[in-house]
């Protein structure tokens, strides 16, 4: 139940096309979900996080998109660019006194010029 | 500021040894956590802290103890290294939690090595 599911596990994309992950939770008592961007040799940094109170959210070409009926969330980024290679990370956590995240297993995105 | 820094960058170990991770922050953030993270599994937290001298076990806590004596500091332990605990080590932190959930800042990673 504390478990948040990621894929695909690697991902390449063309330059200026469209990269999409998704996750998926069982806990429905999750109601913070961040996405972190992870370069290698560097430690992860949040990149955009959404609520369930809201099914989609953008900031510049990241988007998180939301569907609480089905337990699942994607991040699409628009008109991947060849610095957005690295590691994304969908995680969830519970409302509370701790702030602890549960972490999907990672995505290694390519993006090829 | 320099946000979260971690100490060693990287070490190597022989099986039995023991050694301690150090981690600080000089955000004074009342959080922080101890995450290793393994290639196919993501990062996985060890041990956290939700305030000066408490400690409290994450999802993989065996093999290691931590202490947070300070606010700022907090310590990962490895009192008989195992080959198994080969992994890179992420210490990050946070402000308070509860209803508004905060940002987890991240350190740069100690890569861990055991023979």
């Known amino acids: 139940q504390q478990q948040v599911k990621q894929s695909p596990q690697s991902l390449i994309v063309q330059k200026g096309g469209i990269s999409i992950i998704n996750c998926a939770y069982e806990?429905?008592?999750?109601?913070?979900f961040p996405w972190y961007q992870q370069f290698p040799g560097k430690g992860p940094a949040l990149l955009i996080a959404?609520?369930?109170?809201?099914s989609e959210k953008k900031e510049g070409r990241f988007t998180i998109s939301f569907n609480k009926s089905a337990k699942q969330f994607s991040l699409h980024i628009m008109d991947s660019q060849p610095g957005d290679s690295a590691t994304y990370f969908c995680a969830a956590s519970i409302g509370g006194a701790t702030n602890k995240l549960i972490f999907g297993t990672g995505t290694l995105l390519a993006v090829q010029p | 500021n320099a946000g979260v820094t971690q100490t060693p960058k990287f070490r190597v170990l022989k099986t039995g040894q023991s050694m301690t991770l150090l981690c600080a922050q000089d955000?004074?953030?009342?959080?922080m956590y101890w995450y290793r993270q393994d290639p196919g599994m993501g990062l996985r937290l060890i041990h956290y802290?939700?305030?000066?001298?408490?400690?409290a076990k994450g999802e993989v806590p065996d093999g290691y103890n931590v202490s947070r004596l300070k606010k700022q500091n907090f310590l990962l332990g490895l009192e008989s290294a195992a080959p198994s605990q080969t992994s890179v080590y992420f210490c990050?932190?946070?402000?308070?939690?509860?209803?508004?959930?905060?940002?987890?800042?991240f350190g740069p990673g100690t890569r861990l090595l055991v023979l």
């Open positions: 959404i609520r369930p109170d809201v």
């Open positions: 802290s939700v305030g000066e001298g408490t400690t």
């Open positions: 990050a932190s946070s402000g308070h939690g509860g209803a508004a959930q905060e940002t987890q800042y």
């Open positions: 806990n429905t008592a999750f109601d913070y």
């Open positions: 955000m004074n953030h009342e959080y």
